[in-house]
């Protein structure tokens, strides 16, 4: 399978040399590098859906138990999983359609697995047996995670903005964080709000560069963060968006200078207004 031809959120390492860094008096090599690579730190949940994603994919190309516990005991860093306790194929598929629907920004496959009643809104989908040994594996090779993946979380990471108001509707709870592990010294844990600016951001870094987030999908990401924002007050609490122990302004203030109308934020203020204002400065 050729992913590149499939999806929108391929980050691998041509994406950080293309970030800019400003040119500021005697900056060295080695602290551009480290600009750069603090940068990608920010889309690093992005990366790990990709990576992810490509698994799931290898998953889903099984017709069988037997084709995918082969295909496992293929892969290294299974060698020591414990495959007995791998349930029939069929019982867990639906959940890795699911999810692969979200990431390929299938709506109307999303709604109609929704409605059989197969899937809740809230699967927690990363304690199925074959991709919770994943992330376990992968966690100790590249000693960086995200937890705590759900739909709706995987939907804000990805720019799902129909598929994210969707979810929610349906009884999604948007005041359910990710975490991320060992990126700094403290875990950083980031809401359904700094995951969809994060897709914003990302989408803008992978561009030119010369043209700022267009208001339409700006508007977009807008309406899914006020949404989200008015079932889960919290979510734009002053605790939360101005404490620089966990650095989830950088993905505001960075969507401020990106957009093209910055008085698109002007929506945001009512949710919030001292604390809105006092973090967009508006």
């Known amino acids: 399978m050729n992913y590149n031809e499939e999806i929108d959120f391929i980050l691998t390492g041509e994406f950080v040399d293309r970030i800019e860094v400003p040119d500021f008096p005697n900056i ?32 889903l190309k099984r017709e069988s138990k037997e084709e995918l516990i082969q295909f496992l005991k293929n892969v290294w860093f299974f060698s020591d999983y414990n495959f007995d306790f791998i349930p029939p194929f069929e019982h867990k598929e639906p959940v890795y359609r699911f999810v692969q629907a979200i990431m390929l920004n299938k709506i109307d496959t999303v709604r109609r697995m929704i409605g059989t009643g197969r899937i809740e809104t809230g ?38 903005t129909k598929i994210f108001n969707y979810l929610i509707n349906k009884g999604a709870d948007p005041g359910k964080f990710i975490a991320l592990r060992n990126l700094k010294p403290y875990t950083i844990g980031l809401s359904v709000n700094e995951c969809l600016l994060m897709n914003g951001l990302f989408h803008w870094y992978k561009s030119d560069r010369k043209n700022k987030i267009p208001n339409e999908r ?65």
């Open 218 to 282: 700006g508007n977009e990401l807008l309406d899914s963060i006020i949404l989200a924002s008015q079932v889960c007050p919290s979510l734009v609490s002053k605790d939360h968006l101005i404490d620089n122990t966990i650095r989830v302004t950088w993905y505001w203030t960075e969507f401020k200078q990106r957009v093209e109308d910055v008085t698109l934020l002007n929506r945001l203020i009512p949710l919030n207004p001292p604390v809105i204002r006092e973090l967009l400065d508006i």
């Open 28 to 59: 060295s090599k080695d602290e551009r590098e480290l600009r750069q690579y603090d940068t990608y730190l920010s889309f690093f949940p992005i990366r790990w859906v990709y990576v992810l994603y490509t698994f799931l994919s290898e998953i």
């Open 123 to 160: 699967y927690p989908f990363m304690k199925t047996l074959l991709l919770y040994p994943f992330f376990a594996c992968r966690q100790t090779l590249v000693d960086k995670s995200v937890d705590y993946l759900t739909p709706l979380t995987l939907s804000a990471i990805l720019g799902r």
